[in-house]
């Protein structure tokens, strides 16, 4: 979940390059910034000085701080989008896919704390992005969840009383839960990897169709 210039859809060549560097050196230091200080206590010009540009250069790139946590949000969402996707189609039935969604989400939040911080608690904080944003990324994450449910659905390995929709916004809710009380958790963090084989056994057990 690293920035990488890919990400901005700019081109690779003279100055679109140097716009697109700017461009993700702002997005990278906003999470740093968003995670340390919290998305009210962030200000553009800190962002602006742990990015290594000038004030006014935000705002050549982003409409205003909000427009930054959005932007932030849509690009690491893609990629965590991207992993999430190699991740599940190396395994091989619904029940591995399952396993490997909710293992790859607890693991991405202890490898990148500040990125799940702001993912997690700060992008609550934007009353601009919980009210207007129409959060297609997040739409493409939970379309991978469900379409795991109901492929193992249709291949009677899950039970069909519950829509997949349904269930891949219950199940998101419970492991973004989790993640949510580790990153609060200060000097008494649990292993959330280790979790994480909890919380999938758990969803199974409620999930599998039962034997007869």
């Not at 920035?3 to 690779?12: E, F, L, M, V």
């Not at 701080?65 to 959005?70: P, Q, S, T």
């Not at 969840?145 to 829509?163: H, R």
Request: hydrophobic share 45%; glycine share 8%; aromatic share 8%.
């Amino acid at each position: 979940m690293t920035a990488h210039s890919a990400a901005t859809g700019q081109s690779s060549s003279g100055s679109g390059n140097s716009q697109s560097d700017k461009r993700v050196r702002i997005l990278a230091a906003a999470e740093t910034v968003f995670a340390e200080r919290g998305f009210y206590g962030a200000k553009v010009s800190q962002i602006a000085q742990e990015a290594g540009v000038a004030d006014g250069t935000i705002y050549l790139y982003f409409k205003s701080k909000d427009d930054v946590l959005i932007s932030l949000f849509e690009n690491r969402m893609g990629q965590v989008c991207t992993r999430m996707n190699e991740n599940v189609a190396a395994a091989a039935t619904p029940t591995e896919k399952l396993e490997s969604f909710i293992h790859t989400h607890l693991l991405m939040v202890e490898e990148h704390p500040n990125l799940a911080e702001v993912l997690t608690v700060e992008l609550r904080q934007s009353a601009k992005f919980m009210k207007e944003h129409p959060n297609p990324q997040f739409g493409e994450y939970l379309k991978i969840l469900a379409t795991i449910i109901a492929d193992g659905q249709t291949a009677g390995a899950f039970e069909t009383d519950v829509p997949a929709q349904v269930a891949a916004r219950g199940i998101f809710g419970m492991v973004d839960e989790l993640a949510l009380a580790w990153l609060l958790g200060a000097e008494q963090k649990f292993d959330i990897v280790r979790a994480a084989d909890w919380v999938g056994t758990l969803i199974l057990r409620g999930l599998e169709r039962k034997k007869l």
